[in-house]
């Protein structure tokens, strides 16, 4: 069956600090791969996208995600967080069907 | 580029009203449009999607008639939930797809609460 998750339901790290936030799915298949970010009361906004070629993609705000196939993940990454990148964030997957799948979303909590 | 506008943010209103939810694609064509339901501290699951000039297709468990979409022009669909009760009150977001298999670009969603 096709899924998405994500393992982490919230993370704290502190400002400065490094950040990895987990996807995994299940797909026989290369799907296509997105990181949303969702503040409160908000829409969702692109974070970055991967479709095929270079498994390291780089999307806005300083963000990063590798998909890497051998382990169905797309886990995205930042080097150091700022205060502001405290909010909610999902994965997203397209199995080849227009649609979306998201994970459940790992809230980012940031502490000075 | 691809900015999604949808309004109302927030609407309250009596149980049993009807209360319609626009979403417009506001610097490009959209023949593809989604809407979602989003509970607190949830993930977003998708009610239906909505094509121009045809009929919305409704995931499994959504209640056609109580969620009506229309899709009557390339940057303006419209959810209208119908006889609405406690229950129906969520966050809905919609989105809108420039191209296939591109990424859906959302709005900003919309706060309804029935009392």
């Known amino acids: 069956a096709q899924s998405v998750t994500q393992p982490d339901i919230h993370i704290t790290v502190s400002e400065g600090a490094s950040l990895e936030l987990r996807c995994n799915y299940s797909?026989?298949?290369?799907?296509?791969l997105f990181w949303y970010v969702q503040s409160p009361g908000q829409g969702l906004q692109l974070l970055l996208k991967y479709f095929s070629g270079d498994t390291l993609v780089q999307g806005i705000k300083g963000f990063e995600a590798e998909f890497k196939r051998s382990q169905s993940s797309f886990n995205l990454r930042k080097p150091s967080v700022h205060w502001s990148d405290a909010a909610e964030y999902f994965c997203?997957?397209?199995?080849?069907?227009?649609?979306?799948?998201f994970g459940t979303g790992t809230r980012l909590t940031i502490i000075p | 580029g691809a900015v999604v506008s949808q309004h109302p943010s927030w609407v309250i209103c009596k149980s049993g009203t009807s209360v319609k939810i626009e979403c417009r694609s506001l610097?490009?064509?959209?023949?593809?449009m989604f809407w979602y339901r989003q509970f607190p501290k949830q993930s977003l699951m998708l009610m239906a999607t909505s094509n121009e000039g045809s009929k919305a297709t409704y995931e499994q468990g959504v209640e056609k008639d109580k969620f009506l979409i229309n899709h009557a022009s390339l940057t303006l669909s419209t959810l209208t939930v119908t006889s609405a009760h406690p229950e129906d009150s969520s966050f809905y977001i919609c989105s809108a797809l420039t191209a296939p298999n591109q990424p859906q670009h959302f709005g900003d969603g919309t706060r309804l609460s029935i009392l």
């Open positions: 610097d490009f064509q959209a023949t593809t």
């Open positions: 997203a997957v397209n199995f080849g069907n227009e649609k979306l799948t």
């Open positions: 797909y026989g298949a290369t799907p296509y």
